[in-house]
């Protein structure tokens, strides 16, 4: 009799334990880009990526385009993004650098640069004295996690 209580038990937590993540974790896939206040979220159910700005209590979108890869240090972010079509054999691409810590006359504190072409956006990192390679790296994938409820925000 004691086995098929602790049996019961162990149905019972396991249910209410799927009900809790199932309920709580439905939320957009996100993840934060190193220690900044910038994010990666996936919206709207698909695999498409941005990245938004949290701000005290919302989020702003960043991009319109796609993000394939990030490159981020203090100073920057780099995005290479591409529009969603991956249909065609080139998609269209496009590239950010996203100036942080930064305030203008609104209070925004980033500055975005969009480049359509990869060579004025290869001259503008050289003006810049940025590297890729020096900088910290993430792509645009999200992994899974049915707790994201309780990640600090």
Same mark, same amino acid.
Request: charged fraction near 25%; hydrophobic fraction near 35%.
């Given at each position: 009799?004691?086995? =098929? =209580?602790?049996?019961?038990?162990?149905?019972?937590?396991?249910?209410?334990?799927?009900? %809790?993540?199932?309920?709580?974790?439905?939320?957009e896939?996100?993840?934060?880009?190193?220690?900044?206040n910038f994010?990666? %979220?996936?919206?709207?159910?698909?695999?498409?990526?941005?990245? *938004?700005?949290?701000?005290?209590?919302?989020?702003?979108?960043i991009?319109?385009? !796609?993000?394939?890869?990030?490159?981020?240090?203090?100073s *920057? +972010?780099?995005?290479?993004?591409? /529009?969603?079509?991956?249909t065609? !054999?080139?998609? #269209? =691409?496009?590239?950010?650098?996203?100036?942080?810590?930064?305030?203008?006359? #609104?209070g925004?504190?980033?500055?975005? /640069? +969009?480049?359509?072409?990869?060579?004025?956006y290869?001259?503008?990192?050289?003006?810049?004295?940025l590297?890729?390679? #020096?900088?910290?790296?993430?792509d645009?994938?999200?992994?899974?996690?049915?707790?994201?409820?309780?990640?600090e925000?």
């Amino acid at each position: 009799m004691a086995i =098929k =209580k602790i049996i019961l038990f162990i149905l019972i937590f396991f249910s209410i334990l799927t009900i %809790i993540i199932v309920v709580l974790g439905n939320h957009e896939p996100i993840k934060r880009i190193g220690d900044t206040n910038f994010y990666l %979220i996936q919206t709207d159910g698909s695999n498409r990526s941005y990245v *938004y700005y949290r701000r005290t209590d919302d989020f702003e979108g960043i991009n319109e385009y !796609q993000v394939e890869n990030i490159y981020w240090n203090d100073s *920057y +972010l780099l995005l290479e993004c591409h /529009n969603g079509d991956l249909t065609h !054999q080139s998609p #269209e =691409k496009a590239y950010y650098i996203i100036e942080q810590n930064v305030s203008d006359s #609104e209070g925004v504190p980033w500055r975005v /640069n +969009l480049f359509k072409s990869k060579s004025s956006y290869e001259r503008r990192l050289s003006i810049l004295h940025l590297k890729k390679s #020096e900088m910290k790296h993430t792509d645009a994938h999200i992994p899974w996690n049915p707790f994201v409820f309780l990640c600090e925000w």
